[in-house]
């Protein structure tokens, strides 16, 4: 007689293999996001480095340039100081000195008769709370350097020598965002102009503009900078006593007449990824950022998107500063 039984699966070993199926499946998912977790992190990171470090080179060089062909002294009283705190129409005068607004001497030249963008300590804007977590604005420095010869300013303009080259480096919203972003989508941008002994304005390069400086964008150098902070580093006029790091509005409430030479600046960013990291179990929305000498926190948000981040310093010698011959103060 023939033999009808069919040899197969039961039910309990389909169920087991099924079992397995799902577990094999289950792993080479999770290595799958795993892998892409890293991947996305690695790429943030990156985007931090590259974009940070040579933003940061761009303004170290930058900066180093300051008070070029100037005596060898930076504060806020010689014509032409390096880095620009006053004008004829925002003098920071210590009430107990004899000067008025028309005799007081600045940074900028009389023919100089409109207002100018200064250096300033928590003017701008930010992404930023404070430690009392109230909100904290970014700062603004302004610098100037003497052209001997023909260059190239922070917006990549074209300049002439003989004339002086001032730029002003600030965060300012970038409109290039087409979706919305966590916060405000901040970039860290550098806006340029020049000016003669004789100018009335200053205006951008090239020399045929008529636009005037403070009242353009600039050039973005960074795409995403939550914070932004500068220090003067202050020191008595031979550079030997109180040195110190202190910010703008701290140096500018000096009670001395004139007020510390500055001979170094220190630069501090929060900068963070362009695009989200899928690492929302890693990145804590309460992490305190150390930039120099403030503690900060992130303003809170409705939006599940995380960003990776780092703080990015630089301390920059302003090496046109430091010659100890030049004490002629104004």
């Known amino acids: 007689m023939k033999n009808n039984n069919q040899l197969g699966f039961t039910l309990i070993e389909l169920m087991i293999a099924i079992v397995l199926g799902l577990l094999i499946t289950a792993a080479a998912i999770q290595l799958f996001i795993t892998g892409q977790i890293s991947i996305n992190t690695q ?32 504060n806020d009283r010689l014509l032409n100081s390096g880095i620009l705190l006053t004008s004829r129409n925002a003098p920071a005068v210590v009430p107990t000195t004899i000067f008025n607004p028309s005799n007081i001497p600045i940074n900028y030249p009389n023919s100089l008769a409109t207002a100018v963008p200064l250096s300033s300590s928590k003017t701008q804007l930010s992404n930023v709370l404070d430690e009392a977590k109230a909100e904290l604005k970014s700062d603004q420095l302004v610098i100037q350097y003497y052209a001997d010869q023909n260059g190239t300013d922070c917006e990549g303009n074209s300049y002439t020598s003989g004339r002086y080259i001032v730029q002003r480096y600030f965060l300012r919203l970038d409109t290039n965002v087409s979706n919305a972003e ?27 503009s008529t636009l005037e400086f403070g009242k353009t964008d600039g050039e973005i150098l960074i795409r995403r900078v939550d914070y932004l902070h500068f220090l003067l580093g202050v020191s008595n006029n031979d550079l030997n006593n109180s040195f110190r790091y202190i910010s703008v509005s701290d140096y500018l409430a000096l009670q001395t007449y004139p007020r510390p030479r500055i001979s170094s600046i220190q630069v501090g960013m929060l900068v963070r990824s362009n695009d989200t990291a899928n690492v929302s179990s890693l990145i804590s929305d309460d992490k305190v950022y150390g930039v120099l000498d403030q503690n900060i926190y992130l303003k809170p948000h409705a939006n599940t998107t995380k960003y990776l981040r780092r703080v990015v310093s630089q301390t920059i010698a302003l090496r046109n500063g430091m010659y100890t011959e030049a004490k002629a103060v104004m």
Do not use: H
């Open 182 to 208: 966590e916060n405000q989508a901040l970039a860290l941008a550098c806006e340029a102009g020049w000016y003669t002994d004789a100018s009335i304005k200053i205006l951008k390069n090239p020399s045929t």
């Open 43 to 74: 790429k943030g990171m990156a985007e931090i480095q590259e974009s940070g470090n040579f933003g940061l080179r761009y303004i170290t060089s930058d900066i180093r340039r300051a008070n070029y062909e100037n005596v060898g002294l930076i």
